[in-house]
């Protein structure tokens, strides 16, 4: 039986560990109607509950775990939950986001949003089983691997279908790269920004979550027509088919078309690939393919070792896991299923720790670390050894390089330095992620402009690659919106289009890859807003429009850009690392010699910021902007605080 007839259980779960208080509130209109769920909601409670004072690691840090609103209700791949917090990587705003069945369980044990507060002062677990709610005692899991953390709080339960998160050694740590994980260490991350670290620093060990109410539908039959018409979207769309077949790891024949691999710490756009290929990986090393929640995509993968070495290893692969390693010269598919291996059941965020350790590899070749700084270790780029002991090493806090670069590229390279900083390829703190942007000034700048940290997943930056002339001139007002290379006009348009656009996925719980990437952009327009309004708007009851939809994700997008504002953030932390600009990318290829154009990259964010009315000079947000957006409260904050500008308009 559901709580509500709608997609919304209605409550707000919350906890402090300091003093074991646990209490519910109602979650109202007023987050709801503005904001939807998931990120949104996340976002503005981080935003009205942790001002910049409260340090990432300070008690009073919030860790706010909010799924999407549809998650739980059978929409396809409806399995997204967001988990929030200040990031002590960047000290900003911090989240991440994972496909795993937690975050619906906990939904139907009645509760919408979890904020835990505090630091328990021994570790502890929070055991939720619908309204019975309570802080455990877990010093006998503490030390534990992400694997044998699930299963231990399986047996002491005595549930076998119980629900977790949590996290490993590298949480427990306060490893800036630390991620948590649902159901162990191969069905789900939320890996970005180190929600671990802050998870490690509160003494939460886990969260073992069990729901039996059902997540509510309004209108049965409107969700079945849209189903039907996503279905028929996806069946006729070949972007899926890659999906289905790899698993995410097809994204290297997208790396392969525009040459942008990011190899040896992001040097070589052009690199040895061909035993990474993702048929490779199929043929000789998976053992399942399988599918978040209610997702028919099914691009999860499981891989096995069957011989050398490795043999017996098995982990969950995602494309930025062979991304993350060709970063570190890294070119044999068992090296990449190891390393996975020991990031996912140490708990570590693997794009984070890939571009650490290939800085490090860098500094080593460069000569600024020594075997003596090592400790012995040969940090050469595709030393597999090295590459998986360093990791390992940086999760448990071994040796003194582990632990200065525990706490990322950005601080690692202010403790090194010698020069190491302009090897330190980060954005906001956040290390980089997916593809090299040299010869593709959108990626770039989204990048520059994404609210935690270098991200491509903030803005899917590649409608440029399947839009029309006809189609950019319509949307963005200039047909060289759609010339990936040499075009200008119109992309700082349409990148901010693009994040709005994504951000509804994470408001709604919905996967990027099955909503937010298709053959063309009607297709994208329909799954990713069409429908994805329908399929709302049947599973709450409310009539939204498509651009209320569009609104409400810019409207979370200016909340969090409030909120990095009043941290301290001005347009110069709207960038990316001068290597990019400075260095032509190495290896030939189809982006061979290129960089990114400074001028180019300056125009682009100019009209990006015309668009989202933030102020070109300061790269800050007007009361113009936020106002209309109905976020007058955060506009007076900003004011308040001296944050706010008043220029709309480019000079």
């Not at 139907?108 to 677990?125: Q, S, T």
């Not at 189809?590 to 960089?595: A, D, H, M």
Request: contains cysteine.
């Amino acid at each position: 039986m559901a709580l509500s007839k709608n997609c919304y259980a209605g409550r707000i779960l919350r906890v402090d560990l300091t003093s074991g208080s646990i209490t519910t509130e109602e979650l109202g209109p007023g987050l709801i109607d503005p904001l939807i769920g998931g990120r949104g909601v996340a976002s503005k409670m981080l935003y009205d509950e942790v001002p910049p004072e409260v340090a990432p690691f300070d008690p009073e840090n919030r860790l706010i775990f909010a799924p999407g609103a549809l998650h739980g209700t059978g929409v396809p791949a409806a399995s997204r939950t967001t988990v929030t917090c200040r990031s002590p990587l960047t000290e900003m705003h911090g989240d991440g986001h994972s496909g795993a069945q937690w975050g619906g369980e906990l939904k139907r044990a009645g509760y919408d949003v979890l904020v835990i507060r505090g630091r328990a002062n021994r570790p502890v677990f929070l055991s939720i089983d619908n309204d019975r709610v309570e802080l455990v005692e877990a010093g006998n899991l503490w030390g534990m691997l992400t694997s044998q953390t699930h299963a231990a709080l399986r047996d002491r339960c005595g549930i076998p279908d119980l629900h977790t998160v949590c996290i490993g050694p590298a949480g427990e740590n306060r490893v800036f790269m630390a991620a948590i994980f649902h159901n162990g260490a191969d069905k789900g991350t939320s890996a970005r920004c180190g929600l671990g670290a802050v998870m490690g620093a509160k003494n939460l060990k886990a969260i073992a979550t069990r729901g039996t109410h059902d997540v509510g539908v309004v209108d049965i039959e409107a969700l079945k027509a849209a189903y039907q018409e996503y279905v028929a979207i996806i069946n006729v769309d070949p972007h899926p088919v890659g999906g289905t077949r790899y698993g995410t790891c097809r994204f290297m024949y997208h790396r392969i078309k525009f040459g942008i691999h990011g190899a040896e710490n992001w040097n070589y756009g052009e690199y040895p690939w061909e035993k990474l290929d993702p048929e490779v990986f199929r043929s000789d090393y998976q053992i399942k393919a399988a599918a978040c929640v209610a997702c028919p995509i099914r691009c999860r993968r499981d891989y096995r070792v069957v011989s050398g070495p490795f043999a017996g290893t098995t982990a969950k692969v995602e494309w930025e896991t062979i991304a993350r390693s060709m970063t570190c010269g890294i070119q044999e598919p068992e090296a990449v299923i190891a390393w996975s291996n020991i990031c996912n059941h140490y708990g570590l965020d693997i794009e984070g720790t890939g571009d650490t350790v290939a800085f490090a590899m860098e500094c080593f070749e460069k000569g600024i670390l020594t075997p003596n700084d090592t400790d012995g270790l040969v940090l050469k780029f595709g030393n597999v050894a090295a590459f998986l002991e360093l990791t390992r090493r940086i999760a448990v806090g071994q040796g003194h390089l582990a632990q200065t670069l525990a706490r990322g590229t950005q601080r690692a390279a202010a403790q090194i330095g010698q020069g190491s900083e302009r090897f330190a390829m980060h954005v906001k703190g956040g290390e980089m992620t997916a593809g090299d942007p040299r010869g593709m000034p959108v990626r770039a700048v989204s990048y520059a402009t994404s609210t935690r940290g270098s991200d491509h997943l903030r803005s899917n930056p590649y409608i440029e690659e399947i839009m029309k002339p006809d189609e950019a001139l319509t949307w963005w007002g200039s047909e060289e919106a759609a010339d990936i290379a040499n075009g200008l006009k119109g992309k700082g348009r349409m990148l901010k289009f693009s994040e709005d656009l994504v951000t509804i996925g994470d408001i709604l719980g919905l996967c990027k890859f099955a909503f937010y990437r298709s053959a063309t952009f009607p297709w994208l327009y329909q799954k990713g807003v069409a429908l994805a309004t329908r399929f709302y708007n049947a599973c709450s009851g409310r009539n939204l429009s498509e651009a209320e939809m569009l609104t409400a994700g810019e409207r979370v997008w200016n909340i969090e850009k409030a909120y990095n504002t009043r941290c301290g953030a001005t347009r110069a932390d709207d960038s990316i690392p001068e290597r990019f600009f400075q260095e032509p990318l190495k290896g030939g290829g189809p982006s061979g010699g290129t960089v990114v154009d400074r001028d180019k990259f300056e125009a682009i964010l100019d009209e990006y910021y015309k668009d989202r009315k933030f102020d070109p000079q300061t790269g800050r947000p007007t009361r113009e902007g936020l106002e209309r957006l109905g976020l007058q409260e955060i506009a007076d904050d900003l004011q308040a605080r001296g944050k706010l500008s008043r220029v709309t308009e480019s000079p």
